[in-house]
């Protein structure tokens, strides 16, 4: 269940940062605090996914 939340979490804050660039017309330059946060939300993306095959066994 967290390995889900964390997939649908990052990859949202993938698609909204790629959205806001968009809008703000400047679509495919990013800056270094732009380029981190995708690389962060891409990680949480794949923590959430080595999470999925543990299932919802408690600690």
Request: net charge negative; proline share 5%.
């Amino acid at each position: 269940m967290l390995g889900a939340l964390l997939i649908a979490l990052g990859a949202l804050a993938f698609i909204g940062i790629l959205l806001l660039d968009a809008l703000r017309g400047t679509l495919g330059d990013f800056g270094p605090a732009q380029a981190l946060a995708l690389a962060g939300s891409l990680g949480l993306c794949l923590l959430g996914a080595s999470l999925l095959p543990l299932g919802d066994r408690p600690a």
